[in-house]
């Protein structure tokens, strides 16, 4: 397999669950600005939208989107139990954790790195994020994960979390998701995935 991404963006969430079900797997660095890979090639050959995370699988075919790539690679691993059984109720609240992280959290961080948006646009998308961030800390409750173990919606919500201090968002309001951010990153697949992207240093 490949994954084509960008240092620190949501395809940290695919890079974390490829080393965490133990895939072999290669590592494409995508300038999204340019939308060149660091080969040179044009990456909106790849994926038209010009966003990754991109997986493209031995046999050549891609799948693109975050929710449904960390799917695929839990399930291409089951015995890493990243994603609970297909068709169980256990597998439509995954589901439900990762729509809720992309579509109420993840997006809502988008403004916050526009240059073009204005201060207040950014003060109203911080209050939305801090709502949110108030729903994930009284859903996650004394669990040390999302779902009780860790799966690949712990994968996606740890990366989002991460954008926080680069936006002047203080996760200390959150004391329950400061722990988990921790607990998190203290898994030796998410420190591989760091030092890979050249976000943690030895």
Not at 113 to 122: Q, R, S, T
């Amino acid at each position: 397999m490949k994954l084509y991404y960008a240092t620190g963006a949501c395809s940290l969430s695919p890079h974390i669950a490829l080393r965490e079900a133990g895939i072999p797997f290669d590592l494409v660095k995508v300038d999204l600005r340019a939308k060149r890979t660091e080969a040179g090639d044009d990456f909106k050959a790849i994926n038209p939208r010009g966003y990754v995370p991109v997986l493209e699988l031995t046999d050549g075919r891609r799948l693109t989107e975050g929710p449904a790539i960390v799917q695929y690679i839990a399930d291409s691993a089951p015995q890493h139990e990243l994603a609970p059984a297909a068709g169980s109720f256990d597998r439509y609240r995954l589901q439900e954790w990762l729509n809720l992280i992309s579509t109420e959290l993840h997006k809502q961080y988008s403004p916050l790195f526009d240059p073009a948006a204005d201060d207040a646009v950014k003060a109203r998308q911080r209050e939305r994020i801090g709502t949110r961030l108030d729903w994930i800390q009284a859903d996650l409750g004394p669990r040390d994960y999302l779902m009780g173990k860790f799966t690949v919606a712990d994968a996606y919500l740890y990366t989002v979390l991460r954008w926080s201090r680069l936006v002047g968002i203080d996760l200390a309001r959150w004391p329950a998701l400061v722990a988990y951010q921790a607990r998190v990153e203290a898994r030796p697949a998410v420190q591989a995935a760091l030092r890979a992207e050249g976000m943690l240093k030895d």
